[in-house]
């Protein structure tokens, strides 16, 4: 393995280096993982195209990275421990070398079945270890993973396939989380009534639900892979072939197929998993996250496999059978790292000491969170509770787009700071940046959060998009990748996350886009328009607050409310759901028509005494309406 930094002087040589010699940085890294043939150059990079490539002409698979080069040295050790959802069921412990059998087994299933370098795939499983093998899988004969979170609506699926045109789907009978049953392949059914690339659909069986398969398209995981045979030979893959999409919210239209690419995020995962968490040998760590988002593909599956840890998996939910879960897991398994939400802490927090007292929490040495910005409560309960003040935490800023962690502290080598995500990792070079997108110098700043310079993880399209991609990230600021994030600057030069300047909502950590959950509400019947803003929740740090305008007066509210949120969780799914809804004659708009959210955000957040400038509104007396109603 790798060394890691191991000090506050470290670091700032190692960041003062890749700085200064970037390709030479990283090229030194990229030298400890198993090629075919080695790149020629290091970088080339035009963020006006935007056109970025890392160790270009090199030929790999990363599946030979997480798996196969580990095989001599710690063949026997756990890569996957599952835990499930019920806590009397029976975990699993795959080993690299059964993790690597069972990886092969299916890129077989997968190429009997038709399925190729470069195709498609479409993944929308729970989470049982059977995700991760068809994760890897695909990444092993080549074919681009498009995983879609478990929790989404049939359209949501349905959209995501067609923007890809995938031509397999993997599911399950059915999912458990907490004490409900989700039933994927129903959802699955009635995704593909609108999915005509989907050729194969094949099934893992988990719940044993009752559900139907059709002949000829749909087959079951368990029958084809006692077929395969334990050996496949990995795909060869250039540095820059595409290795995965993910589906990210934005502040309008569609969601956005991000696509990966294979060395550069590789290395970048191995990287930053090993020197943010800190990572020794013999390490347990678990990140609680989904594989549906990126934290799961990053640090779940690929960072904490490329460096050879054991990596914990959980089926269930934070709550079930109760709020002590998470801390019983950590003492069954003598967890040492534990990355997880700030918004699951808050909700645990607010169940009470309880449900943490029980357990042994003595094997915990660093603890993370990542999603939304930290509030100071939250950080010092899990420090005083759950580290016992004796485990750095880690506060990982970074977006489905970077790949993998941007400014976080190193877990008890660079300092810390509640609500603070600190310092950047080496090789990331932000800045801020005001309107008019001059660079602010020096310290004490607040602007806008850019990066303006390349690393090796960074997204590089939007699946089928490219004109979006520089739209969405690359116009707003000359020659700098924008965030979208607002962003502080102390006087030590240590940064903190003040949250999303677009319309991008951020609900217990889900990534939300106002404009899609707008456009599911505008289907009920009646709706004639909405806006939709978050305000502060003590638990989902911001809720999801819509203001809506009717064609006719309703006569029963709470069934329009409820039939409204019924159609944001067929359309988007649950977790998009509004948490309050006000029924209103107006909206507050600019004279242009641009609805001014500022001041809707403003009301919604119980600040309404506070407006300020009111009066280039096309109609100010909206305001005093919308502001008297009370729920
Ligand atoms: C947005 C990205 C990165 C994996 C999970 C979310 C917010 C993320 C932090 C943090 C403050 C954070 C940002 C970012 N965010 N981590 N530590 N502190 N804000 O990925 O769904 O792509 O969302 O999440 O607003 O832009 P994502």
């Excluded at 060394?3 to 940085?25: A, G, R």
């Excluded at 990886?103 to 729970?126: E, H, Q, S, T």
């Amino acid at each position: 393995m790798n060394k890691n930094i191991n000090s506050f002087e470290e670091y700032k040589i190692e960041y003062e280096k890749s700085i200064k010699n970037p390709e030479e940085f990283w090229e030194e890294l990229a030298n400890n993982f198993t090629w075919k043939k080695k790149w020629g150059k290091v970088l080339s990079w035009d963020f006006s195209k935007p056109e970025i490539k890392w160790f270009e002409g090199g030929k790999l698979n990363i599946i030979e990275n997480c798996l196969d080069r580990h095989l001599e040295t710690r063949g026997e050790q756990t890569a996957i421990k599952w835990i499930a959802n019920n806590p009397n069921e029976q975990s699993r412990s795959l080993s690299y070398k059964e993790l690597h059998a069972e990886v092969c087994k299916f890129a077989n299933v997968l190429k009997n079945n038709g399925a190729k370098k470069g195709d498609r795939i479409c993944l929308y499983m729970p989470m049982v270890p059977e995700l991760a093998i068809a994760v890897l899988a695909c990444a092993r004969i080549g074919a681009i993973h498009s995983v879609v979170f478990a929790g989404f609506s049939a359209k949501s699926l349905s959209d995501r396939i067609n923007d890809a045109d995938c031509n397999i789907l993997i599911t399950a009978d059915g999912g458990f989380r907490g004490a409900k049953i989700t039933p994927l392949k129903d959802i699955s059914d009635e995704a593909m009534q609108s999915t005509p690339s989907i050729k194969k659909c094949i099934v893992f069986e988990r719940t044993k639900s009752k559900i139907s398969m059709q002949i000829g398209r749909d087959i079951w995981w368990h029958k084809e892979i006692i077929k395969a045979n334990s050996d496949f030979p990995a795909e060869i893959m250039d540095s820059e072939d595409p290795l995965f999409i993910l589906y990210t919210s934005g502040s309008t239209g569609k969601p956005k197929g991000i696509l990966h690419t294979t060395a550069g995020y590789m290395v970048y995962a191995e990287y930053s998993f090993r020197n943010v968490f800190q990572y020794k040998e013999g390490d347990v760590y678990w990140c609680t996250a989904d594989i549906g988002w990126i934290t799961g593909h990053s640090y779940i599956v690929y960072g904490p496999l490329l460096a050879g840890a054991t990596t914990l998996m959980f089926e269930g939910v934070p709550t079930y059978p109760d709020a002590g879960r998470f801390w019983k897991i950590v003492e069954e398994n003598k967890v040492n790292i534990f990355y997880t939400a700030p918004t699951a802490i808050r909700a645990l927090e607010a169940k009470g000491m309880e449900f943490v007292n029980p357990y042994d929490l003595s094997s915990l040495k660093v603890l993370g969170t990542v999603g939304e910005p930290i509030n100071e409560d939250a950080w010092r309960w899990y420090d005083k509770e759950i580290g016992k003040e004796n485990c750095p935490i880690v506060d990982t800023w970074w977006q489905t787009e970077t790949g993998g962690i941007m400014i976080s502290n190193l877990a008890g080598i660079t300092p810390s700071k509640p609500t603070f995500a600190t310092l950047p990792l080496p090789g990331i070079q932000p800045c801020l940046v005001d309107e008019k997108g001059k660079e602010m110098e020096g310290n004490n700043v607040e602007g806008r959060l850019c990066i303006k310079f390349p690393w090796p993880s960074m997204a590089r399209t939007i699946y089928g998009d490219h004109q979006r991609f520089k739209n969405t990230y690359f116009t707003a600021f000359e020659n700098k990748y924008f965030t979208g994030d607002g962003c502080l600057r102390d006087e030590n030069g240590m940064y903190r996350i003040t949250g999303r300047v677009d319309d991008v909502l951020i609900v217990s950590g889900h990534n939300l886009g106002t404009a899609e959950i707008e456009s599911a509400m505008d289907e009920h019947e009646n709706v004639c328009e909405t806006a939709i803003v978050g305000y502060p929740h003590p638990i989902k740090g911001n809720g999801v607050y819509a203001y809506i305008i009717c064609h006719n007066q309703p006569e029963d509210e709470e069934r329009l409310r409820k039939e409204i949120n019924d159609l944001v969780t067929k359309n988007v799914g649950p977790i998009a759901k509004a948490d309050k809804i006000q029924f209103v004659s107006g909206l507050p708009k600019t004279r242009s028509g641009k609805i001014m959210r500022r001041i809707l955000r403003k009301i919604a957040a119980g600040e309404s005494d506070n407006l300020g400038d009111i009066s280039t509104l096309l109609d100010p007396s909206v305001v005093d309406e919308i502001k008297t109603f009370v729920q």
